[in-house]
Antibody, heavy 122, light 110 residues
Framework: QVTLKESGPGILQPSQTLSLTCTFS??????????VGWIRQPSGKGLEWLAN???????YYNPSLKNRLTISKDTSNNQAFLKITNVDTADTATYYC??????????????WGQGVMVTVSS | DIVLTQSPALAVSLGQRATISCRAS??????????MHWYQQKPGEQPKLLIY???NLASGIPVRFSGSGSGTDFTLTINPVQADDIATYYC?????????FGSGTKLEIK
C-alpha cells in the first residue's frame, strides 16, 4: 500500500525558508523509475508543479520559482524534502507530495499525500 | 511552457454524459505516447489520478471514466455521471518540463 504524508511549519514569516518533508511508504526512491514530485495549490486556485526528484537523484525544477527551490531525498528513511527560500505571501498554499513513475516516459502522479497547509504572514 | 486550457465549469444532469476538454498550446504526444493525464479533486481532498497517457484508466477507477485524444486536444468523459462525481477535474501534461496543469473544470449538477 502506497502512502505519502507531508509535514511542514504551518506558519512562517516573509523572507524565511520553508522546509517541507514528505514521508512515504509502499515504494522506494532507490527503485528504478520511481520519483516524487512537489505540487502546490493556493486556496481556491489551481495546481502548480514545483519540483521532482528521481531514483537516480536527477532533479528538476519549475523555472518560474527561479533558484528558490531545492529538492532532496533520504532513501534509507523513505523521505523527500523541499526547501523554498525567501518566501512571501504568494507562497501561501497547500503543498502536496506525490509519486510519479518513469518507464519509457514519465507517468502521471498516481499517489498523493493529503497535503500540508502553509501560511506566510508577518 | 505548455499551456493547458480548460473550460471553467460544466453542468450536467445525473445519469447523463459529461465531456470535459483540455487543449494544449503545443503537442503533448510523442510517436508512441500521448502524455496527458487527468485528475479529480473534491473539496478539501488531494487530487486523484483518473486517466494516464490520455486513455488508460488508473487503478481502482470506475469504467464510466474514459479518456481520449492526441496531439493538442484531449477529452475526459464520464458516463453516466453520478452524484459522487461532483468535483473539479484537472488535466496535466508530462511531455515537457515544466510539468503543467490545466486550470480545472468544475463539474456541477444541472
Amino acid at each position: 500500500q502506497v502512502t505519502l504524508k507531508e509535514s511542514g511549519p504551518g506558519i512562517l514569516q516573509p523572507s524565511q525558508t520553508l522546509s517541507l518533508t514528505c514521508t512515504f511508504s509502499g515504494f522506494s526512491l532507490s527503485t528504478y523509475g520511481m520519483g516524487v514530485g512537489w505540487i502546490r495549490q493556493p486556496s481556491g486556485k489551481g495546481l502548480e508543479w514545483l519540483a521532482n526528484i528521481w531514483w537516480d537523484d536527477d532533479k528538476y525544477y519549475n523555472p518560474s520559482l527561479k533558484n528558490r527551490l531545492t529538492i532532496s531525498k533520504d532513501t534509507s528513511n523513505n523521505q523527500a524534502f523541499l526547501k523554498i527560500t525567501n518566501v512571501d505571501t504568494a507562497d501561501t498554499a497547500t503543498y502536496y507530495c506525490a509519486r510519479q513513475g518513469y518507464v519509457i516516459t514519465t507517468t502521471g502522479f498516481d499517489y498523493w499525500g493529503q497535503g500540508v497547509m502553509v501560511t506566510v504572514s508577518s | 511552457d505548455i499551456v493547458l486550457t480548460q473550460s471553467p465549469a460544466l453542468a450536467v444532469s445525473l445519469g447523463q454524459r459529461a465531456t470535459i476538454s483540455c487543449r494544449a498550446s503545443q503537442s503533448v504526444s510523442t510517436s508512441s505516447y500521448n502524455l496527458m493525464h487527468w485528475y479529480q479533486q473534491k473539496p478539501g481532498e488531494q487530487p486523484k489520478l483518473l486517466i494516464y497517457d490520455a486513455s488508460n484508466l488508473a487503478s481502482g477507477i470506475p469504467v464510466r471514466f474514459s479518456g481520449s485524444g492526441s496531439g493538442t486536444d484531449f477529452t475526459l468523459t464520464i458516463n453516466p455521471v453520478q452524484a459522487d462525481d461532483i468535483a473539479t477535474y484537472y488535466c496535466q501534461q508530462s511531455r515537457e518540463l515544466p510539468l503543467t496543469f490545466g486550470s480545472g473544470t468544475k463539474l456541477e449538477i444541472k
